[in-house]
C-alpha cells in the first residue's frame, strides 16, 4: 500500500508562472519529509526538505508547505524556469527508511 | 570526487541467472541503499546498510541479497533472476541516518530480465 501518494503524473506551466506540486501520506510517524528532482537517465537530486515540526521551509525559488492535520505537503516553485522541467519525487522518512511518491512530471513552457 | 556510482549502466539476463549489482561512493558515507524504480512505483526501497558489515531489509528485499563488506561499496545480488525484477536500480547514500540528512543518489542501473 502506497504510503506516500503524488496524484498528479504531469503538471505544465507557463515561465514565470507558479508551480504548485502536491504530495499526500498516511502514515503519521514520518519525521522528515524530502523533495527530489529527476532528469532523464539520471539518478534523482535533493531539492529542499522539511521537519515535521515545521510547516514551511524556503530554499531561494523553492518552497516547501507542511499541513500535517491533512497530512499534505506541497512544493512551490516561484518563478518556474524552464531548467525546472523534470520529474519531482515526495519521499517521507521514518527511522532508516525511506517512501518516495510516483513523481510528477513538470514542464515548464518557454 | 565521483559521488555515487553504479556499475553496469544496462545489462540484459535470461531468467534464472544471476548478477551482482555495484554501487560505490567516496564520501564515506555511513549509509548506503538499493532501490528499484518501476513505473507507476516510485522509488522502493530493497536493502540497506548503516555501516560496514551491516544489511537490512527495506520494503521489497525479496528476491535479492546485499553485502557490505568495504564502506565505500555495497553490492546487489539476484541470485535467480525473474521477470519481475525488470526495473531501473539505483542506489543512493547519506552520511549519516535520519531524514535530514540528504541521500545522494547514482546514475541507476537499467536491468531487464527475459
Known amino acids: 500500500d502506497q504510503q506516500v501518494k503524488q496524484n498528479s503524473p504531469s503538471l505544465s506551466v507557463q515561465e514565470g508562472r507558479i508551480s504548485i506540486l502536491n504530495c499526500d501520506y498516511t502514515?503519521?510517524?514520518?519525521?522528515?519529509f524530502l523533495w527530489y528532482k529527476k532528469y532523464p537517465a539520471e539518478g534523482p537530486t535533493f531539492l529542499i526538505s522539511i521537519s515535521s515540526i515545521k510547516d514551511k521551509n524556503e530554499d531561494g525559488r523553492f518552497t516547501v508547505f507542511l499541513n500535517k492535520s491533512a497530512k499534505h505537503l506541497s512544493l512551490h516553485i516561484v518563478p518556474s524556469q524552464p531548467g525546472d522541467s523534470a520529474v519531482y519525487f515526495c519521499a517521507a522518512s521514518f527511522g532508516n527508511q525511506f517512501y518516495f511518491g510516483t513523481g510528477t512530471s513538470l514542464t515548464v513552457i518557454p | 570526487n565521483a559521488g555515487v556510482t553504479q556499475t553496469p549502466k544496462f545489462r540484459v539476463l535470461k531468467t534464472g541467472q544471476s548478477m551482482t549489482l555495484l554501487c560505490a561512493q567516496d564520501?564515506?558515507?555511513?549509509?548506503m541503499y538499493w532501490y528499484r524504480q518501476d513505473p507507476g512505483m516510485g522509488l522502493r526501497l530493497i536493502h540497506y546498510s548503516v555501516g560496514e558489515g551491516t544489511t537490512a531489509k527495506g520494503e521489497v528485499p525479496d528476491g535479492y541479497n546485499v553485502s557490505r563488506l568495504k564502506k565505500q561499496n555495497f553490492l546487489l545480488g539476484l541470485e535467480s533472476a525473474a521477470p519481475s525484477q525488470t526495473s531501473v536500480y539505483f542506489c543512493?547514500?547519506?552520511?549519516?541516518?535520519?531524514?535530514?540528512?540528504?541521500?545522494?543518489f547514482g546514475p541507476g542501473t537499467r536491468l531487464t530480465v527475459l
Open positions: 502514515n503519521s510517524m514520518f519525521d522528515y
Open positions: 564520501m564515506n558515507h555511513e549509509y
Open positions: 543512493a547514500s547519506t552520511l549519516a541516518g535520519g531524514g535530514y540528512n540528504e541521500q545522494f
